[in-house]
């Protein structure tokens, strides 16, 4: 298995001159080095590659243990082109991805890791709440069936990680090249659903602190968790 972070964005909203994900928090770490120290405490470290973009380098520096991937078009693409270039250095890998803003309990890591074993594609979720401006879902069969902000009677909410098996890879690969360059990567697993019948579960980690920070109030609400 192969580890992706999507690190590349310029993160406006929070309006820092820096990436967003070297953000500090209160315990003192990165949002990224918090990311890091959390996977690493599981999985190998040479497994995680991380998308970069918005000036690159100063991640780079800061993580040299790292590996990175560089999306020169970062200014003009969303998370789906982001995570595209990452996935076509693993075509037949299984891949896990967190949006490099999230902020997450370790032991959440636990939840997931049956379904990581098992080889199935899914998307964590939290149910415990529905904000209008997040990634929402709904279900058929058991399976994810919607996934974008724009869903209807959402059942929750994706907290920006998500497991893609080996064997549903190079699917997800051809839908992510058909989405728009404006189109986060969520767009690229609803087309596979719909037109592959891709099967997606919905992993729900709401017993755990998970938040991604896009506005000041969401870095003030995670540094009361910590």
């Given at each position: ?32 080095r918090m990311q890091t120290d959390n996977i690493a ?60 803003d999230v902020v997450f309990d370790v032991d959440l ?118």
């Open positions: 298995m192969k580890i992706i972070i999507l690190a590349a964005g310029i993160g406006s909203r929070l309006g820092n001159p820096f990436p967003k994900p070297l953000t500090p928090l209160k315990n003192g770490k990165s949002i990224m405490s599981r999985y190998d470290i040479d497994d995680i590659n991380v998308v970069v973009g918005f000036k690159k380098d100063l991640i780079m520096e800061r993580f040299p243990e790292l590996t990175f991937v560089y999306n020169p078009f970062f200014d003009r693409t969303n998370t789906s082109k982001s995570l595209l270039q990452a996935l076509k250095k693993h075509k037949d890998k299984s891949v896990l991805w967190f949006n490099g890591l636990d939840i997931l890791n049956p379904y990581i074993e098992a080889n199935e594609s899914f998307v964590a979720v939290n149910t415990s709440k529905v904000a209008e401006e997040e990634v929402k879902y709904t279900l058929k069969d058991g399976y994810i069936n919607e996934l974008s902000k724009t869903v209807k009677n959402g059942l929750g909410e994706a907290v920006g990680i998500n497991f893609i098996s080996s064997n549903d890879i190079k699917t997800f690969i051809v839908r992510l090249e058909e989405c728009d360059d404006n189109d986060y990567f969520e767009r690229g697993l609803e087309i596979a659903i719909e037109k592959d019948n891709l099967k997606v579960r919905a992993v729900d980690i709401s017993q755990y602190n998970c938040m991604e920070i896009d506005f000041v109030e969401d870095l003030n609400e995670v540094n009361k968790t910590l």
